[in-house]
């Protein structure tokens, strides 16, 4: 994905070959395509890409998910799922 050509909203973005392990906290939109542990705090929204996967606790304002997420998902807003999403 050619992080130049995203949206101009996203504030963030963790790459394919990107892990991180704890807690992730934010404003705006935050796009992971790598690897993600731990838990995700945020009013506003958390796309996890095609080949994201996360094992997380995630609260979100919205949460789309086109990847894999395995753990709790609150959305205050909303939830979209993608048929590549592992839920």
Known sequence: ???KKQD???RAYMGEETSFAGTL???GTVRIDGRFEGEVVTDDTLIIGETGELNAEIKAGTII???KIKGL???SKRIEIYS???V
């Open 1 to 3: 994905m050619d992080f």
């Open 73 to 75: 998902l609150i959305a």
């Open 25 to 27: 906290t934010f404003q």
């Open 8 to 10: 101009k909203s996203i």
């Open 65 to 67: 998910c086109k990847g």
């Open 84 to 86: 590549t999403s592992e």
